[in-house]
């Protein structure tokens, strides 16, 4: 019972991390269909800021947070504006060099400048204990990631189904070319999108920064666990990345506390069984 | 009655043409290229040979996304089957003929051909991406929980391959590892260029323009590229069992995913769709890694990955693509 609950704890962490990250690779690929294989190359980013400003200036966590995001989100509008604008449409053999281009670069200049080392987020003392449910205690950060997912899947669902901004969104991921044809600035539509991706990234970099720790080659080796998750999932669906994460976290962790000696075997024969059933995604929707 | 004599007459000048304008010349272009590189640096031939089982390697890389457009990001499985495969044999089995060793890597690699295009040829697009990523990591951590076939994270060593030939021992230089490299290469490339050349190349390089049309004339598209995934492992195959045999030792790091990616690095470099781009991008990408990263390891990462998005905006043929274009350029203005 112990094991099964700190199981489902720790996958239900990792799940939320996992989300917070690449439920805005989901809607950018959604929407501009681009393979990004950088967008863990803006978490790393994000986690060598907030790690910065947190641990060698002692500005506080909150406060690392705030600068990773804008910060990240600062470096990635022209990248938005000079590389990945001349993606749209590309083949996707074209995107994936271009992005894991730019996840090279990023690997390269993120090192040079702030030294190849692992980097720690300190966590303020609200963070570090653990939270007693009655029954059972479990460590703060972890319900506090957990609750971060929550909280981003509330305000994206928010954002989408329910602002004019999203209207004009879910018109542009269904026909960009008809939403521009009606006046939406289908450009403006991504470039926010982008960017409001690319601080989501930022964001689960940092806040799952225990989970999955930031090092030096962190763009390389998760560079392909969301870009999983969001193919499990269906690309531009929330619910749908919401669920890949969920069973994905499930698999991994259970697999990572049961056979520790098989690594991401279970992981990876899982995602070959659900992408060759669902080539779309779980809930991802047939290209017109 | 003389319809045949006809017939035979005109075949036998195509094929000899096929072979100077084709093979031989990439042949004879590769040997002296080898030569060169055999005198120029005698003391770095480890790193010679390294590159002619990689270009082994993007070779075969070329035949999938090359010439039939199919993005995969998990060929070094191929590779990695065929080391592990020659590796075993001689480790576990005692087999340590050269020659035999190589021929068990081409058939493993082609059988991890087989796995793996029968896994990734199911989807298209991004899904089919994922799918190559997928087999990648899952042969690697096969082979790293079958540890005592292969050693795991320790890797297989204890594999002494005999003289090639029983004459050409292999030497603490690594010599006679080049030459027989060398060899193996040209001898592949030969063999693919005619296979580029012929009918089935053909086919599969009417599968990567339009797959529908070429469904339409009543071939299987997916058996056609079957056979591409299968021929393009035994190539693999054969580079991996000849960095075996020239390093004595596989580790898991031949079925990495990082390996993959270089590869269709090294290919987009050179150019994809011409065996003469794969080459070009290994040896570019090879002889840059080696003198970069040993002043910087991270250097070496911003230079290859600003290289690439140049290479995607501005020269997206590749640096021979982009030469040949220049050539045929410049050629038309005089004439």
């Keep these: ?288 | 009655m003389t319809a045949p004599v006809e017939h035979s007459a005109t075949v036998s000048p195509p094929v000899i043409r096929r072979l100077i304008d084709g093979g031989l010349i990439g042949a004879l272009a590769i040997a002296v290229i080898g030569a060169a590189g055999y005198y120029l640096f005698p003391n770095n031939l480890a790193l010679l040979t390294r590159m002619t089982a990689m270009a082994l390697l993007v070779l075969s890389l070329d035949l999938v996304t090359g010439y039939c457009g199919v993005a995969t990001l998990g060929h070094a499985a191929l590779f990695g089957a065929g080391a592990y495969g020659a590796g075993i044999a001689a480790a576990h089995f005692g087999i340590s003929e050269p020659l035999t060793m190589t021929l068990i890597g081409a058939v493993a690699g082609a059988v991890a051909g087989l796995v793996a295009g029968f896994v990734i040829l199911r989807a298209h697009g991004l899904a089919q991406l994922v799918l190559s990523i997928a087999v990648i990591h899952l042969f690697h951590e096969a082979a790293n929980k079958a540890s005592r076939w292969t050693g795991g994270s320790d890797g297989l060593s204890g594999i002494m391959p005999n003289a090639v030939f029983g004459l050409f021992e292999f030497d603490l230089w690594g010599q006679t590892a080049y030459i027989y490299g060398l060899a193996l290469l040209i001898l592949v490339f030969v063999a693919l260029k005619i296979l580029v050349r012929s009918p089935f190349g053909m086919l599969a390089r009417g599968v990567r323009e339009d797959p529908v049309r070429v469904g339409a004339m009543g071939v299987s598209v997916h058996s056609v590229l079957l056979r591409v995934y299968v021929i393009s492992g035994a190539v693999a195959g054969i580079g991996g069992a000849l960095s075996a045999i020239s390093t004595q030792v596989v580790g898991l790091d031949s079925l990495s995913f990082t390996l993959s990616a270089e590869a269709l690095v090294m290919l987009v470099l050179g150019g994809t769709g011409s065996l003469y781009g794969a080459l070009i991008g290994t040896i570019v990408f090879m002889f840059f890694e080696d003198t970069l990263s040993a002043i910087n390891p991270f250097h070496w990462l911003t230079i290859i990955g600003a290289l690439l998005v140049m290479v995607v905006l501005f020269a997206p043929k590749g640096l021979y693509g982009s030469a040949v274009a220049l050539v045929g350029r410049f050629r038309r203005r005089q004439a």
């Design chain 1, 1 to 288: 019972m112990q094991t099964v609950f700190s199981i489902a704890v720790d996958a239900l962490a990792y799940g939320m991390v996992l989300f917070v990250i690449s439920i805005g690779l989901s809607v950018t690929m959604g929407l501009m269909r681009v393979v990004n294989l950088a967008h863990g190359a803006f978490a790393m980013i994000a986690g060598y800021l907030a790690s910065y400003a947190a641990r060698d200036l002692g500005l506080g966590y909150a406060a690392g947070i705030l600068i990773a995001v804008v910060g990240t989100v600062i470096i990635a509008i022209p990248l938005e504006r000079f590389l990945y604008r001349r993606l749209y449409g590309a083949t996707e053999l074209t995107q994936v060099l271009m992005t894991i281009g730019i996840t090279f670069c990023v690997i390269g200049i993120a090192n040079f400048i702030f030294g190849p080392t692992l980097k720690t987020i300190p966590l303020p003392p609200a963070l570090q204990g653990s939270v007693d449910l009655g029954f059972r205690s479990i460590a703060a950060h972890r319900v506090f990631a957990i609750v971060c997912g929550l909280v981003v899947a509330l305000a994206l669902w928010f954002l989408i189904e329910r602002t004019a901004f999203g209207i004009r969104l879910r018109a542009a991921v269904d026909n960009a070319a008809m939403a521009a044809a009606l006046g939406v600035r289908t450009e403006v539509v991504y470039a926010v999108s982008f960017a409001v991706a690319i601080g989501l990234a930022a964001l689960g970099g940092v806040v799952g920064a225990e989970l999955l720790p930031v090092e030096p080659y962190y763009a390389l080796r998760y560079m392909v666990t969301f870009l999983v998750v969001v193919s499990v999932g269906g690309a531009g669906s929330i619910p749908g990345a919401l669920l890949a994460c969920l069973v994905l976290g499930a698999i991994d962790t259970t697999g990572r506390y049961l056979a520790p000696e098989y690594g991401e075997f279970f992981f990876y024969l899982a995602v070959i069984v659900i992408v060759t059933l669902f080539p779309r995604g779980l809930l991802g929707r047939s290209k017109q």
